[in-house]
C-alpha cells in the first residue's frame, strides 16, 4: 500500500482563523479523499479531491468553508476556515491506488482543535 | 441516505476466543465491503476486504459476505489482547470512484 503522511499531525487553533492540511502519498495515485472524524464518531467523508478541476462535495460541505487544491497525483490540501469549535476533529486523507478494486488508505490523521 | 449500522459494544471476550462483529448495510447496490481497525488515537487501517457472497480467509481473519441479506461480519479466532481496538466496517458509495460509508464501529475488548 500506498505511503501516506499528514501535515500538521495536530493543531490547536483559535476561532476565526484558517488551517490548511497537507496530504502527501510516496506513489501516484488515482483518487484521494479527505474524511472527518469528530470526537467518538466515526468517519465522514467531506470530498473527493480531484486532480486538475475542482473536489466533488459531499452533502453538508462547501467549498468556502473547507477549500481543497490537488495540484498533482501525490498532493493535496484541505483547508479548514473560519473555525468554531465544532470543526474541532481529526481529518483525514485517504487514497485509492489505481485498479480495478475500491480499497482506501488513510494518513495518519490531523487531530484539530478549536478554542 | 444510505446507512451503514453496528453495534457499538463494547464486545469483550477473552483471549484465545473467537470474536464476532457484524454490521448491516442499506443499499442493495453496493458491491465492495471493508473492515478497518482503528486503534485510540490512530488511523484506521484497512485489514480485510470482500466483493464475493461467502467467506474469505486471511490468517486470524474471515470476512463473510451475504448480500441477500445484506449482512457482513468478521470473525476473529484466537483473539489476542492486542486486537483491542474499533472495527470499523465500510461499504462503497454511489460513485463508482469509490468513497466509502462507514459504521459508527464496534469497540472490541480482548481480556487476557
Known amino acids: 500500500s500506498a505511503v501516506i503522511s499528514q501535515k500538521p499531525s495536530r493543531d490547536i487553533c483559535q476561532r476565526g482563523t484558517s488551517l490548511t492540511i497537507q496530504c502527501q502519498v510516496d506513489?501516484?495515485?488515482?483518487?484521494m479523499f479527505w474524511y472527518r472524524q469528530q470526537p467518538g464518531q466515526s468517519l465522514t467523508l467531506i470530498a473527493t479531491a480531484n486532480q486538475g478541476s475542482e473536489a466533488t462535495y459531499e452533502s453538508g460541505f462547501v467549498i468556502d468553508k473547507f477549500p481543497i487544491s490537488r495540484p498533482n497525483l501525490t498532493f493535496s490540501t484541505l483547508t479548514v476556515s473560519n473555525m468554531s469549535p465544532e470543526d474541532s476533529s481529526i481529518y483525514l486523507c485517504?487514497?485509492?491506488?489505481?485498479?480495478?478494486?475500491?480499497?482506501?488508505?488513510f494518513g495518519p490523521g490531523t487531530r484539530l482543535t478549536v478554542l | 441516505q444510505k446507512e451503514v449500522e453496528q453495534n457499538s459494544g463494547p464486545l469483550s471476550v477473552p483471549e484465545g476466543a473467537i470474536a464476532s462483529l457484524n454490521c448491516t448495510y442499506s443499499d442493495r447496490g453496493s458491491q465492495s465491503f471493508f473492515w478497518y481497525r482503528q486503534y485510540s488515537g490512530k488511523s484506521p487501517e484497512l485489514i480485510m476486504f470482500i466483493y464475493s457472497n461467502g467467506d474469505k480467509e486471511d490468517g486470524r481473519f474471515t470476512a463473510q459476505l451475504n448480500k441477500a441479506s445484506q449482512y457482513v461480519s468478521l470473525l476473529i479466532r484466537d483473539s489476542q489482547p492486542s486486537d483491542s481496538a474499533t472495527y470499523l466496517c465500510a461499504v462503497n458509495g454511489e460513485r463508482s470512484q469509490g468513497n466509502l460509508i462507514f459504521g459508527k464501529g464496534t469497540k472490541l475488548s480482548v481480556k487476557p
Open positions: 506513489s501516484q495515485v488515482t483518487m
Open positions: 485517504s487514497v485509492k491506488p489505481s485498479g480495478i478494486y475500491n480499497e482506501q488508505f
